[in-house]
C-alpha cells in the first residue's frame, strides 16, 4: 500500500492502491542522465542547485509585480480609444477569471512538485518531453525579447526629462542593463528583497492612481465636476473599430480582449519562483489564492474608474495612444489633464520608470531560470545549469543578459520598426505559454486519477477543476488564432493584408509545432499516457525540505520571532 499525506491533518495519512509502474528513466523521455535529472532544486546536487531564498513576503511581493506593468497604466489607454468603456470592462473581467483559472491550475501541480525550471518540467513529466522542450524555450524566448523592451521602455521614460538630443538612450539602456545583471547576480536573497521593495511601489502607485480615480470621478477636485458615468452615454460604451455599427462594435469587443491579454501576461511567472521558494507548499498556494484580489483590485477597479474619468474620443487620448512610453502615453496623465491638476504627470512618469526597471529586473531573472531548467533536463547545453555557491546560474545568466543587448537596436531609428516587429512575438509567446500550463494540467489530473493519487494529498487544489481547465484551455486556443484578426481588414498603410504584423503576430505558433515534432523526431519520444507520467520522481527531496521549513517555523513562533511582523504586515503579505 502506498502512503499518501493529508494535508487537512498532517498527522493523518490516506492509502491508496500502489499502481505498478515502470521506474523512470532518462532514456524513455530522450534525455541524458544528469545529476538533478528532473529538474529538482536539490540540495545534494550543490553545483546544478538552485537556493530556497526567497521567502513568504518576497514570493508574494514577485507575484503581484508580475501581474502588474506598463499594461494596465499605459496599454488601457489604447484598449478604451479604440474599443470604449463597456468593450474593456468585459474583456478585462473575463480575461481576468481566465488569468486566475490558469494560475490556480499551475498552483495545483506546483505544489505537488515544485520544480526548478518553472512549468516546462511539469509538461515534461506529465504530457510529452517534447512538448516541455517547446514550452521551454517558447517562454525563454518570450523572455529575451521582452528584457531588451523594457531596457528601451525605460530609455524611453527617461526622455521626458532628458530629450535624445542631449543624452544618447544607449547610455541609459547600459545603465539598467548593468544594474539588472549586478542584482541578478547577487544572488536570490537580494534580488527577492529589491524585488520586494519595487513591487511595494508598484501596488502603492496603484493605489494612488485608484484614490486619484475616485476623487476625480466624484468631483473631489476643485473647479471639476463629478464625471460618474456620463462617458458611457457620451460618446457611449462601445466605439468601432475596423468597420460601423454591429460589426465595428463587435471587431472593437474583441480588440480589447487581446490587449486584455497582454495585460495580463506575466501573472503566471511565480510558477518559476518555485524552485527558489521557502517552503513552496505553502507560500505558493497563499500568493495563487491573492491573485484573484490583485485581479479584482488592481485590474478591474482601476480599469472601472478610467472609464469613467476619461472619455475614449478624447484628443488628448489619442495623443497619447500614440506617444511612447513615457508618463504622457497613460491615460491617467489624460485624465489628470483633463481634471485640471498639475504636477502630478511627472511624479506618474517617476513610478512608470520604477514599473519597467522592475519588470526588466524580474524578467532576466525568469530568462536565466528558464535556460537553466532546460539544461537540467540536457535541452540545453549542460554548462547552462551550472550555478555558484549562492545557487545563481550564472552562465544563463550571461547568456540571457548578452541577448538582452539587443535592445541597442532601438539606438538607431531605421532599426525600430524591425525591433517592433520582433516585440509582437511577445503576446502569442505568452499565450501558448498558458496553453501548455492548461494541457499539463488536464494531463496531471488525469495521471493522479490513474495512479490512484487521492485528492486529499494535494495541498492546494484548483477550485475550478478539470472542466474549468478545459473551458480556460478553449478560450486561449480562441484567442491565440484571432489575436491578429485586424490584419485581415483594410489598412491605410497596408491596403488589405498587413502581411508584416501578419508574419510577427502568428510565427510563434508554427515555431511552437516545429519544436515539438522536430524534438520528437529527433528523440524519438512518446506521448505519456496517465499512468506512466512520472508524479513522484524527486518528491521525497521535496517533502523532507517541507517538514525542516514546518519545524523552523513552529520554533520561530514558540520563541515569538518576527511577532509584530506576523500579526501586522504579515496578514496582507
Not at 25 to 53: F, V
Not at 129 to 158: C, D, E, H, M, R
Not at 253 to 265: K, M, R
Request: hydrophobic residues 45%.
Amino acid at each position: 500500500m502506498a502512503q499518501y499525506r493529508s494535508y487537512d491533518d498532517p498527522e493523518k495519512y490516506s492509502p491508496s492502491e500502489e499502481v505498478q509502474k515502470e521506474p523512470y528513466t532518462h532514456q524513455q523521455y530522450g534525455e541524458e542522465p544528469l545529476n538533478n535529472p528532473k529538474g529538482l532544486s536539490d540540495p545534494r546536487d550543490a553545483n546544478h542547485s538552485l537556493h530556497r531564498g526567497l521567502n513568504a513576503r518576497q514570493v508574494t511581493m514577485i507575484a503581484i509585480g508580475g501581474a502588474i506593468g506598463t499594461g494596465l497604466i499605459i496599454g488601457t489607454g489604447n484598449a478604451l480609444a479604440r474599443s470604449g468603456p463597456a468593450s474593456i470592462m468585459i474583456s478585462y473581467s473575463i480575461v481576468g477569471l481566465l488569468c486566475y483559472t490558469v494560475m490556480c491550475a499551475l498552483g495545483e501541480m506546483a505544489t505537488w512538485l515544485p520544480a526548478a525550471g518553472g512549468f516546462a518540467a511539469y509538461a515534461t513529466r506529465f504530457v510529452d518531453p517534447a512538448l516541455g522542450f517547446s514550452l521551454g524555450y517558447t517562454y525563454w524566448f518570450k523572455y529575451i525579447i521582452v528584457t531588451p523592451n523594457q531596457l528601451t521602455a525605460a530609455a524611453l521614460v527617461i526622455q521626458y526629462w532628458c530629450p535624445p538630443e542631449q543624452v544618447n538612450p544607449g547610455v541609459f539602456i547600459t545603465v539598467f542593463l548593468v544594474a539588472i545583471v549586478t542584482i541578478n547576480y547577487l544572488g536570490i536573497r537580494f534580488f527577492g528583497e529589491i524585488e520586494f521593495w519595487l513591487s511595494s511601489i508598484k501596488v502603492l502607485t496603484i493605489l494612488g492612481l485608484i484614490l486619484l480615480s475616485l476623487i476625480i470621478a466624484t468631483g473631489g477636485v476643485p473647479g471639476s465636476p463629478a464625471t460618474g458615468f456620463k462617458y458611457y452615454n457620451n460618446p457611449g460604451a462601445f466605439n468601432t473599430y475596423k468597420g460601423d455599427g454591429a460589426t465595428g462594435r463587435f471587431t472593437a469587443f474583441w480588440y480589447s480582449f487581446t490587449n486584455a491579454v497582454f495585460a495580463y501576461l506575466g501573472t503566471e511567472l511565480v510558477g518559476v519562483t518555485v524552485g527558489e521558494a521557502e517552503n513552496p507548499r505553502r507560500n505558493i498556494p497563499r500568493a495563487i489564492k491573492l491573485t484573484f484580489w490583485r485581479i479584482l483590485v488592481f485590474y478591474i477597479v482601476l480599469v472601472f474608474l478610467l472609464c469613467m474619468i476619461v472619455p475614449y474620443d478624447s484628443k488628448l487620448l489619442v495623443f497619447a495612444t500614440n506617444a511612447s512610453t513615457s508618463a504622457a502615453a497613460s491615460p491617467f496623465v489624460v485624465a489628470i489633464q483633463i481634471a485640471g491638476i498639475k504636477t502630478l504627470p511627472g511624479f506618474l512618469n517617476g513610478c512608470i520608470l520604477i514599473f519597467v526597471f522592475s519588470a526588466a529586473n524580474s524578467d532576466l531573472y525568469i530568462a536565466s531560470r528558464t535556460i537553466h531548467g532546460l539544461a537540467l533536463k540536457h535541452q540545453a547545453p549542460s554548462f547552462l545549469a551550472i550555478t555558484d555557491k549562492r545557487g545563481v546560474p550564472y552562465y544563463s545568466l550571461g547568456l540571457s543578459a548578452l541577448i538582452a543587448c539587443i535592445a541597442y537596436l532601438n539606438v538607431a531609428e531605421n532599426a525600430a520598426d524591425v525591433f517592433g516587429y520582433f516585440v509582437n512575438l511577445v503576446s502569442i509567446f505568452g499565450l501558448l505559454t498558458w496553453i501548455s500550463i492548461l494541457v499539463s494540467h488536464v494531463y496531471f489530473v488525469k495521471a493522479r486519477k490513474a495512479q490512484g493519487v487521492p485528492e486529499e494529498s494535494l495541498r492546494y487544489k484548483s477550485p475550478f477543476g478539470l472542466w474549468g481547465t478545459y473551458v480556460a484551455l478553449g478560450f486561449c486556443c480562441l484567442i491565440a488564432l484571432t489575436k491578429n484578426f485586424a490584419v485581415f481588414t483594410y489598412d491605410e498603410d497596408y491596403g488589405n493584408f498587413d502581411y508584416k504584423n501578419f508574419i510577427t503576430g502568428y510565427l510563434g505558433i508554427p515555431l511552437y509545432l516545429i519544436m515539438i515534432f522536430g524534438y520528437k523526431f529527433v528523440k524519438k519520444t512518446k506521448g505519456l499516457k496517465p499512468h506512466e507520467a512520472d508524479l513522484f520522481t524527486g518528491k521525497d527531496v521535496i517533502d523532507a525540505d517541507e517538514q525542516e521549513w514546518l519545524e523552523k517555523e513552529r520554533n520561530e513562533k514558540a520563541s515569538g520571532a518576527n511577532y509584530w511582523y506576523r500579526h501586522t504586515l504579515g496578514y496582507l503579505f
